[in-house]
Every structure is written in structure tokens, then in C-alpha cells.
């Protein structure tokens, strides 16, 4: 046990006053609100992570298909090596051909920092959220998220949850229908701080349509940040909080499976 906290203790690397973000007691969900496809941005989740389990008891909940949760507990529960990154690479996360960053590079490095915390005891579980039925309407579909996230604090745990950034704003949102309230704001208001990472600017890997995904830009903040900081929002703003990251994005193309030979699977 001593050598699986040294390990934990030497990747983690606690966000600079992250604890602003869990201050308040009756705070249940902390929902972090990415561009998807870069490095940077589940890196400075990992941090929140670290930080948040020395205080907390703290459940991680991801924005992946709930279908894939026993690839991930078989994942989270091995010890890393080359066969057990082979057998989750296996699931849909990485082998959907939709690569919208939620299965990059960096998403991966995240999901093995979390298996580190795991073992450990830092953490107590990392949980997949995303529905995988078939939702007539946005709105039902945050309702469903919502719930699936609002069912992981019944053991009064500390649930961090990353997150696209429209899926984290607690006020409604349209784009071109009706306007709908987006996953954080389904959550009881007294329970849930929404968050928002900030890169200056940069790249991710992204999709500008169901079919094509590849590097684009990362919008620029008003003002760019020399440090990381976090800041609290207005009581109407979309995002209780911003988390700067003071730095430029770079973007994480998806995590390609290996077979066994080391050559990439047939598609």
C-alpha cells in the first residue's frame, strides 16, 4: 500500500486553490466544463481530482457511455500494464468512429492517473454518465446526465465530473430549437458548483460535423491569463466559477488500439 501512495503522491499535482470549489459543505457536485481534444484541460482536471481527495471523499464521473462502465472498472481495478491497456482499448470509448476528444491521448493518460488514484484509496470510483438510448429532445437528454450524476452522491461523496462546456452551464441554452436547461443546472442549485476550464487559446481535436473531426481552434478568453486561478462568477452568469489555466491549448488527437503485435485493429 505504502508504494501505491508514493505512486499516487507523485502524479498528483494539486490545483492552486482548488479548494474554493468544495469550500461551501452542502456542495455535492463539482461539474467541470472542457474543451474537448486537448492535453491540457484533463490534465488540470487530474489536478482538481488530487486536490479534492485530500479533503473529500471523491467519486470521478466522466462524460462516456454508461454501457462502457465494466471496461472501465476492469481498467481502474488493473495495474495498468500493456494487456490490460489492450483490453480497455477495446471498448467503444476508443473504437467509435465519432473522435470528438472525449477518446484522445489525454483522455486515456487521464483515465490511468485515475486508475492510480483508485488504487490507492485516493478515489472511490471513476463512473461513465452518458445516456445511450435513444432521447427524443436536448433537454431530456441533460435530464438523463443529471440523474445518472445526482445517483453517485446518495453515499455523500464529492462527485467531479468532467464535462463538455454547454453540458456544464447551470442557465438554459439554445442553439437551433427550443431552449433547454443543460446538465448542471438539472442539479439542486444548493448542491452544485458548475466550472469553467479556460485555456488562452489554442488547438483541440474536435468535431465540426457528424463526420468530420480533426485540430481546430480553441476560443480566446477576454483577457489571457499569465497563471492558474480560479474565479468566482456572477450569481446569473452560465458558470459558478472559471478556472484559468494560464496557458495555450494544444490539441490530443484520439488514442489509437494496438493489438498485441503492436499493429493498429482492422476498422
Request: with cysteine.
Amino acid at each position: 500500500m505504502i508504494g501505491l501512495l508514493a505512486a499516487a503522491s507523485a502524479i498528483c499535482t494539486p490545483f492552486p486553490d482548488a479548494d474554493v470549489l468544495w469550500a461551501d459543505k452542502s456542495t455535492r457536485w463539482v461539474i467541470v466544463g472542457e474543451d474537448h481534444g486537448t492535453n491540457e484541460q484533463p490534465e488540470a482536471f487530474s489536478e482538481i481530482v488530487c486536490s479534492a481527495s485530500e479533503r473529500r471523499r471523491v467519486l470521478v464521473a466522466l462524460e462516456q457511455p454508461v454501457s462502457e462502465q465494466a471496461a472501465i472498472d476492469a481498467y481502474i481495478r488493473s495495474n495498468g500494464g500493456p494487456q490490460a491497456k489492450r483490453e480497455f482499448l477495446k471498448s467503444q470509448i476508443w473504437l467509435n468512429g465519432f473522435k470528438d476528444g472525449r477518446s484522445s491521448t489525454a483522455q486515456f493518460q487521464l483515465f490511468d492517473k485515475l486508475r492510480v488514484l483508485y488504487k490507492a484509496g485516493r478515489i472511490a470510483g471513476v463512473f461513465a454518465f452518458q445516456p445511450v438510448t435513444d432521447i427524443e429532445s436536448a433537454g431530456e437528454y441533460e435530464k438523463v446526465m443529471g440523474l445518472n450524476v445526482r445517483k453517485l452522491s446518495e453515499g455523500g461523496s464529492l462527485v467531479l465530473t468532467l464535462v463538455g462546456n454547454v453540458h456544464a452551464m447551470r442557465t438554459p441554452v439554445s442553439f437551433s430549437g427550443p431552449a433547454y436547461m443543460p446538465m448542471a443546472g438539472t442539479l439542486p442549485k444548493n448542491g452544485v458548483v458548475s466550472a469553467l476550464l479556460v485555456s488562452n487559446g489554442g488547438d483541440q481535436w474536435a468535431c465540426t460535423s457528424p463526420t468530420e473531426c480533426g485540430v481546430s481552434m480553441v476560443g480566446k478568453p477576454e483577457e489571457a491569463q499569465s497563471k492558474k486561478a480560479i474565479r468566482k462568477e456572477p450569481s446569473l452568469s452560465p458558470y459558478s466559477v472559471k478556472i484559468f489555466l494560464g496557458s495555450q491549448a494544444t490539441a490530443s488527437p484520439p488514442e489509437i488500439p494496438q493489438a498485441s503485435d503492436g499493429s493498429a485493429p482492422p476498422r
